[in-house]
């Protein structure tokens, strides 16, 4: 945290909060607050459900977990497997290194998103790209970002359960074709879509998780620590340990 330049970027953003604190003992933690339940997670990405009632996606050729890159891109954007699809201008897949060892997964694209067809563009991407430099990452340089759906909510809002089970085989195809060696979930959707977990994030940052046998960290979602300040020094906490945790992986 010494560098010039990520110090005047974190100040930039707001991150003059961004400092270790000792642990709190034995006090409560703070919870997320949320705009709505999730609902009942989603079973295992083998036992996934189509969506109940939901226009089937329109998937030709070969089945998802078969697809590459470019037929997964394609796929995506003529999928109409959930209502988000009628109201987006387009889908977004994700963005950067294809073989990255670091995946960032996020809750769904907002208006700029849509937009412009990557995620994290807006504020809460300006953000993501200042916590990115503060533990010496880059967008696009061993780092991919996705989100838990790939079409914009209408109004920003939390996506629904149905909605992340319809894009969570795209999602689970991205960690398999990346194979990225860490995965840092940022805010409760992506919690739920990746972890099938409707928990606080309270309880669920500052421990490992795991999908298969990727390790699988917890964090808030840059959205959120815009509107609540105080939170961005444990977000601090966070990017700390998943940088610990990349370099165990790294050394061993």
């Known amino acids: 945290m ?15 909060l961004w400092r270790l604190r000792p642990r709190e003992g034995e006090t409560q933690p703070v919870r997320e607050a949320a705009p ?4 009942t997670p989603p079973p295992p990405v083998a036992a996934l459900p189509a969506p109940v009632g939901a226009v089937q996606p ?5 089945e998802v977990s078969r697809l590459g890159w470019e037929e997964l891109a394609r796929v995506v954007q003529d999928c109409r497997a959930c209502e988000l699809c009628r109201h987006r201008n387009q889908a977004v897949l994700g963005v950067g290194d294809q073989q990255a ?3 960032f997964v996020g809750e769904g694209p907002g208006a700029e998103e849509d937009a412009r067809g990557e995620p994290f563009v807006g504020q809460a991407g300006k953000l993501l790209d200042a916590m990115l430099d503060a ?6 340089e061993n780092v991919y970002i996705a989100n838990a759906v790939k ?9 629904h359960a149905d909605e992340m089970a319809a894009c969570r085989p795209f999602l689970m195809r991205q960690i398999e074709l990346l194979q990225p060696r860490l995965i840092v979930l940022l805010g409760k959707a992506a919690v739920y879509s990746v972890l099938g977990e409707d928990k606080s994030l309270a309880s669920m940052r500052q421990k490992r998780h795991v999908l298969g ?3 699988v ?4 979602h840059p959205a959120y620590l815009l509107r609540n300040l105080p939170e961005k020094a444990k977000a601090w906490e966070d990017l700390c340990l998943a940088r610990r945790e990349m370099q165990k992986l790294q050394a061993g």
């Open 36 to 39: 709505e339940s999730l609902g």
């Open 101 to 103: 060892d670091w995946l």
């Open 58 to 62: 329109v998937v030709a050729g070969p």
């Open 151 to 159: 079409c914009r909510p209408e109004g920003n809002r939390t996506p």
């Open 135 to 140: 533990i010496g990452l880059r967008r696009g």
């Open 2 to 16: 010494n560098h010039p330049c990520r110090r005047a970027i974190l100040e930039e953003m707001g991150f003059q």
């Open 213 to 215: 046998n990727i390790p």
């Open 217 to 220: 960290l917890v964090t808030y």
